[in-house]
């Protein structure tokens, strides 16, 4: 109880000292956004329909596994579909469309996850300026929608339709502005929204919970909201060796909060050791040593769909029993009626 007491006393004093950089950084973001809410700073409207797929904290809010899902739902609705993302942490610059000869360094981990997934299908584009990358990536042919990564806060763009995406367990009202919290915007930016998502939901959720978030969220913004889970599907095979999944693991992680991740393996398997690295970690030989020697009969290794298509390149690995865990997101309820207001307001849809 007493170190209870200290540890908030701890954060309490270090939001004070915080307080004069967080008004700062507040007041800029403030009078950025006031720029393009009045027309000082420009904006570009796109015929094409634009998705923007964001959130106002930074972190791990569930944004790829959105972005996966749309895919497959405009895959199936027969649209020319494109991803945008910035690239977070690729070692090139400027606009380019993945190829087969891209990897994770050239255009970043979830293009580069997307590439894997749906090269030959889907467009994959990253660009720092997602104005000029956007029409790049157009054909202006039949039903066209670029889904736009971390896009919330790309005021440059006016999206079509805007989706910020918040945690169950950290949910944006509750939070406070960068530095002292993990908010990027002022919360009263989700009123640019039209769909509010709470991710990473226990799927135990009930009714009068969800009424209560939504009370809280529609605080802010009049926006649809709408619950989500993470669905944990079965193991596959990272290579085609045939080498039967133990029971046994070592669990790899490259993400801002592997502890779903972690908690799920341990639901179902003896986890020997659990390695999380920082987000967007780029995996070296010495890692790969350092994987291996905790390897051994009986013991596999599990990691991430997004740390696959990394851990893929390293030959190395092809002699043990490697799987990754994939994904997708499962919404606790209402689920057509999200995806027929979502299909209602494209542009131009021609079914």
């Not at 494109?82 to 891209?102: C, V």
């Not at 780029?282 to 890692?287: E, G, K, M, T, V």
Request: glycine fraction near 6%; charge should be neutral.
């Amino acid at each position: 109880m007493i170190s209870l007491i200290c540890m908030m006393s701890l954060l309490l004093l270090w939001q004070i000292l915080l307080f004069p950089i967080t008004l700062l950084y507040a007041g800029v973001v403030k009078l950025r956004n006031w720029f393009y809410d009045i027309g000082l700073s420009r904006s570009t409207r796109f015929d094409a329909n634009v998705i923007a797929v964001g959130n106002l904290a930074i972190g791990g809010t569930g944004k790829s596994p959105m972005v996966d899902y749309l895919i497959h739902h405009f895959l199936g609705k027969q649209f020319e579909v494109s991803t945008l993302s910035r690239g977070f942490g690729r070692q090139t610059y400027g606009f380019r469309i993945a190829t087969n000869h891209d990897t994770a360094d050239s255009i970043g981990d979830e293009p580069y996850m997307y590439w894997r997934k749906y090269g030959g299908i889907v467009k994959v584009g990253v660009a720092e300026d997602r104005e000029l990358a956007i029409p790049q990536l157009l054909t202006g042919e039949g039903n066209e929608v670029v889904l736009m990564d971390d896009g919330f806060q790309h005021r440059r763009v006016i999206p079509t339709i805007s989706m910020v995406l918040t945690t169950f367990s950290n949910p944006f009202y509750d939070d406070y502005i960068l530095p002292s919290g993990r908010l990027r915007e002022h919360r009263a930016g989700v009123k640019r929204a039209d769909f509010v998502i709470v991710t990473k939901c226990p799927e135990w959720l009930s009714e009068a919970e969800q009424v209560r978030i939504k009370d809280r969220i529609h605080e802010f913004t009049d926006a649809a909201v709408y619950f989500t889970s993470i669905e944990y599907l079965q193991p596959q095979p990272v290579f085609s060796n045939e080498l039967m999944l133990s029971n046994r693991l070592v669990a790899i992680s490259g993400m801002s909060d592997s502890a779903p991740f972690e908690k799920k393996l341990r639901q179902n398997y003896n986890v020997l050791l659990s390695h999380s690295y920082r987000d967007h970690h780029r995996y070296n030989a010495q890692d790969i040593r350092d994987i291996v020697r905790e390897l051994g009969d009986g013991i596999s290794l599990m990691v991430t769909e997004k740390d696959m298509v990394k851990l893929k390149e390293f030959k190395t690995l092809e002699q043990f029993s490697c799987y990754y865990l994939p994904i997708k997101v499962k919404f606790l309820r209402d689920e057509t009626l999200f995806l027929s207001q979502l299909d209602s307001m494209l542009k131009n849809y021609v079914q």
